[in-house]
C-alpha cells in the first residue's frame, strides 16, 4: 500500500472517519471480478494509482477527501488504465447506490440511518416498527430511535427493583447494543408497542372458549381486542359442544365448532381490513366427535383465511394408527362416547346432514394426510408429549397454542418472545461462546422485563401474564452458522451442532432466571410448577421456544427459526402486499467468488433450477453444505426438530417441506415418524400445492440424498465447560 498523506475521508453525512484503502481494493476487484477485466493483484495495483492520486490533489487543497471525490478518482484511474468495462461497471455501481440512498431516505421520511440495512430490511420496518405520527400515519423514528426507544422502556422496568439511574442506563446500553448489533431481536410487538401508549407488547395469547353462547362471544370480544394490538391467538375448539347437540337454553340444536370457527374467522377478516392483527389458531382433539369436519375445514384454498388450523393427536390414537387397528375410534364429549360424524353444509355453511359413520384411526390418518398433502393443513400436534413437559401441571392440563405452533399455553397465558440471531456468533469457523453466554443472559433479563411493562385490557390474559411470567427466548440465523462452519444442515454434524447451541442457550436462561428469581422473587405461580417440587427458585415458569422469527428474521436478513433456507437464490411476496424481495445468499455468493465461479449466468441457473445439488460447474465441497429446504429429506427435517427439542422448554414452529411428488402416504409416514421421534408439533409443507406461495423459485424441487458429514473438529462445537454454570449439574 501507499503511504497516505491524510488519514481520514469525510463521509456523506458529514461524519470523519478513518481512511480505509482495503475499501478502495474491495469495490474495484468486485467490478474487475464482475466483468472479468483482473484479478485480486491488478486490483491492488489500480487501489495504489487511487491513492497516489489523492496523495497529490489534496496536498494542494489542503483538507481532507470526501467519499465522492474518492470515487471520482477510481472511476478516472480505471479509464486510464483501460479496464474501460470495469469502469462503466462502476459507473452503474454508482449510480445504482445513489438510487439506494434516495430511496432509503424516502422509506424514512427523509431520515438517516447509520445502520447495515437493506432495502429490504428498512421496508419492513418501517411498514412494521418503525413508530408513526397518529394521524399522519409518516414514519417518525429512525432504526436507531426505535431500538433506542425499546431498550430505554425495559431499562426503567428496573427501577420498581430498586435500581438506580445509573443502572438503569447500563442496562438501557446493553439492551441498545444487542439489538443494534442484531445479535437479538424481541418480537415484533415488543419492537412496535414498547415506549408508546401501546400498552400491549407480547405477542401471542391463547383463548379457551366456554361452552356457551356468552363464552363463545365473550371471548370473540377479548380475542379481537388482542388483535386490535396486533396479538395472535389460540384456540382449543374442541372445548365446544359437537353439531347436533341440544342447547339447554333454547332448547334448539348446536351448529358446532367449525360453524362458530367461520365467525371467528370472519370477525378477523374485519380487524385486518382495519390494519391491524394479528394471526391465528384453531385447534381440535381428535377424540372430539366433529374432528372429520373439522380435518377438511380449509381444503379449498381461501377458506378460513385469518386461520391457522391444527389436529391435536392423542398417544393413544397413534398406537391404534401403527397396530393397524381395525376397531372404529370412538370420541368422547362431556363423559358421552360416540362415533365420529359427517357433516354436510350448504353454500351458507348450515348444516344440512349430520351422519355418524364407523372409521378406523388408521383411515382417520389417511384423511389427515390427504388435506395436508393438498395444502399443508392441518398441522399436527402431540398433545399428550406436550402436557409431558408442562411445566405447570396443577393448572391443569395444556390444550392450546399460540398460531405458530412454539408455544403450548394455558387459558389466558401469553408468549414473550425474542430470537438470538446465531449467525453473530462465529468467528473463523468456530463458535463464540462467550459472547453468546452474554447475550442469552441480557435477552432473558429484557423479556423478564416484558413481562412488566405490559398490560393487556383482558383481566384474564393480564392476571395470567404476570403469574407465569412465561418467556420464550429461541433463535434464528441457524442455517447462516451452519454455512460458516461450513457443516451441512442435514448431517450428524449439524444435528449434533444444534443440540449443543440450544442446550447451552436453555442452561444459561434457566440459570439467569434462577439468578433474577434471587433478585426480583419467583414467579407468582411457583408452588404450582415442577420448579417448586424440583425445588429450583425460578423467576419465569419457562424459558425457551423456537418461534418461526418471520419479519424479525428478514431484517437481519438471516434464516429463520430452525429452518434451512428455502432455497439460496429466491423471490419472497412481501407479507404486507403482493411486493416481491429476491434473495441470492451471501454466503454462497462469497463462496462462488472465493472460487471464481460467481456469474450472473450461474445465478441465473441457481434460480431456474431452485438448488445448486445439480450444478456440476459448483464443487461437491460447496454443495455438500449449501442445501436448501428441499435439499434435505423429510427424516431429516424431523431429526433436526428433534435435537433442539431436546434443550425446550416449550416447543419448536417446524416446517417439514416435501417434494411436489410426495405421496399422501408418504405424509402418513411422516407423521408417524414424528410421533415416534417424541416432537411436540410441525407442519408438512408439499411444494406447489397450494396457487398462492410466499415463497418462490423458478424450479422444480428436487430431493436428494444425505449430505456427507463435514470434517471439522467436534471439539470446536463444544462450548467450554467454565461457562455452563450450575444449571448443568
Not at 646 to 668: A, C, G, M, P, Y
Amino acid at each position: 500500500m501507499i503511504k497516505l498523506n491524510f488519514k481520514e475521508v469525510k463521509k456523506r453525512d458529514g461524519r470523519i472517519v478513518n481512511f480505509d484503502q482495503n475499501r478502495i481494493t474491495k469495490a474495484i476487484l468486485a467490478v474487475g471480478r464482475a466483468t472479468g477485466e483482473f484479478n485480486l493483484g491488478v486490483a491492488e495495483k489500480i487501489s495504489d494509482q487511487v491513492v497516489i492520486s489523492l496523495n497529490e490533489v489534496f496536498n494542494k487543497r489542503k483538507n481532507i477527501p470526501e467519499v465522492e471525490n474518492i470515487q471520482d478518482i477510481v472511476e478516472m484511474t480505471l479509464m486510464k488504465e483501460d479496464y474501460l468495462e470495469s469502469a462503466k461497471a462502476y459507473i452503474i455501481y454508482r449510480k445504482e447506490h445513489q438510487r439506494i440512498r434516495e430511496e432509503r431516505k424516502k422509506i424514512l421520511n427523509g431520515r438517516e440511518t447509520q445502520l447495515h440495512l437493506s432495502l429490504n430490511s428498512l421496508k419492513i420496518l418501517a411498514g412494521r416498527y418503525l413508530d408513526k405520527d397518529p394521524e399522519t400515519r409518516e414514519i417518525i423514528e429512525t432504526p436507531e430511535e426505535m431500538f433506542a426507544r425499546v431498550s430505554r422502556a425495559l431499562a426503567e422496568v428496573e427501577k420498581k427493583y430498586g435500581q438506580s439511574a445509573n443502572e438503569v442506563k447500563k442496562w438501557q446500553d446493553k439492551f441498545y447494543q444487542l439489538m443494534s448489533n442484531f445479535e437479538f431481536l424481541p418480537a415484533g410487538r415488543t419492537l412496535s408497542n414498547s415506549g408508546t401508549t401501546r400498552s400491549v407488547i407480547s405477542n401471542c395469547v391463547v383463548l379457551h372458549i366456554e361452552d356457551t353462547m356468552d363464552g363463545i362471544f365473550g371471548t370473540l370480544r377479548d380475542a379481537t381486542l388482542l388483535q386490535q394490538n396486533g396479538s395472535g391467538v389460540g384456540f382449543p375448539f374442541h372445548l365446544l359442544r359437537p353439531a347436533g347437540s341440544l342447547t339447554k337454553r333454547t332448547q334448539g340444536i348446536s351448529s358446532g365448532p367449525v360453524s362458530f370457527l367461520h365467525v371467528y374467522d370472519r370477525a378477523f377478516g374485519v380487524i385486518k381490513q382495519q390494519g391491524r392483527h394479528g394471526a391465528n389458531m384453531a385447534i381440535m382433539r381428535i377424540d372430539h366427535p366433529d374432528v372429520l369436519d373439522f380435518i377438511c375445514a380449509k381444503n379449498i384454498e381461501g377458506e378460513l383465511s385469518n386461520f391457522n388450523i391444527s389436529i391435536s393427536l392423542t398417544d393413544k390414537f397413534m398406537k391404534k394408527v401403527e397396530s393397524n387397528s381395525e376397531e372404529p375410534w370412538l370420541c368422547e364429549f362431556d363423559g358421552k362416547k360416540m362415533l365420529p360424524r359427517r357433516i354436510v353444509r350448504d353454500k351458507y355453511n348450515h348444516i344440512s346432514q349430520i351422519q355418524e359413520i364407523k372409521i378406523t384411526p388408521k383411515e382417520i390418518m389417511a384423511e389427515i394426510a390427504n388435506n395436508a398433502w393438498i395444502n399443508g393443513e392441518p398441522g399436527i400436534i402431540f398433545i399428550d408429549q406436550v402436557n409431558r413437559t408442562n411445566p405447570l401441571p396443577s393448572l391443569g392440563r395444556i390444550e392450546a397454542s399460540n398460531p405458530c405452533g412454539e408455544q403450548f399455553l394455558h387459558d389466558g397465558d401469553v408468549c414473550n418472545l425474542g430470537s438470538i440471531n446465531l449467525d453473530k456468533f462465529v468467528e473463523n469457523k468456530k463458535i463464540k461462546w462467550t459472547r453468546l453466554k452474554e447475550v442469552a443472559e441480557l435477552a432473558t433479563r429484557m423479556l423478564d422485563n416484558v413481562v412488566d411493562l405490559t398490560d393487556f385490557s383482558i383481566e384474564r390474559t393480564n392476571n395470567m401474564v404476570k403469574k407465569n411470567r412465561r418467556i420464550g427466548i429461541g433463535i434464528m440465523g441457524f442455517a447462516d452458522m451452519l454455512f460458516q462452519l461450513e457443516i451441512p444442515y442435514n448431517s450428524e454434524k449439524g444435528f449434533k451442532t444444534a443440540e449443543k447451541v440450544m442446550e447451552f442457550i436453555n442452561q444459561t436462561t434457566h440459570s439467569t432466571s434462577q439468578q433474577l428469581a434471587k433478585e426480583k422473587d419467583v414467579f407468582p405461580n411457583y408452588k404450582l410448577s415442577i420448579w417448586k417440587k424440583k425445588g429450583i427458585r425460578m423467576r419465569n415458569a419457562a424459558l425457551t421456544c423456537i418461534a418461526p422469527t418471520g419479519t424479525i428474521s428478514m431484517i437481519p436478513e438471516v434464516s429463520s427459526g430452525v429452518e434451512p433456507y428455502f432455497a439460496l437464490v429466491y423471490a419472497k411476496k412481501q407479507i404486507m402486499g403482493q411486493e416481491e424481495f429476491y434473495y441470492v445468499n451471501h454466503y454462497l455468493e462469497k463462496k462462488l467468488r472465493e472460487k471464481g465461479l460467481y456469474s450472473p449466468k450461474i445465478i441465473d441457473k441457481i434460480y431456474r433450477e431452485g438448488t445448486i445439488q445439480h450444478i456440476k460447474e459448483i464443487p461437491k465441497s460447496i454443495r455438500r453444505v449449501f442445501v436448501g429446504s428441499m435439499d434435505i429429506a423429510p427424516k431429516d427435517h424431523i431429526k433436526m426438530e428433534v435435537a433442539f427439542q431436546k434443550h425446550l422448554d416449550n416447543s419448536i414452529s417446524k416446517t417439514i417441506n416435501l417434494s411436489n411428488d410426495t405421496t399422501r402416504f408418504d405424509v402418513e409416514k411422516v407423521i408417524q415418524l414424528a410421533w415416534q421421534s417424541k416432537c411436540k408439533a410441525f407442519t408438512v409443507y408439499r411444494s406447489g400445492s397450494r396457487e398462492e406461495e410466499v415463497l418462490t423459485t423458478k424450479g422444480k424441487e428436487n430431493a436428494s440424498d444425505d449430505c456427507p458429514n463435514c470434517d471439522s473438529k467436534q471439539d470446536e462445537m463444544t462450548p467450554p465447560s467454565s461457562l455452563l454454570g450450575d444449571s448443568t449439574k
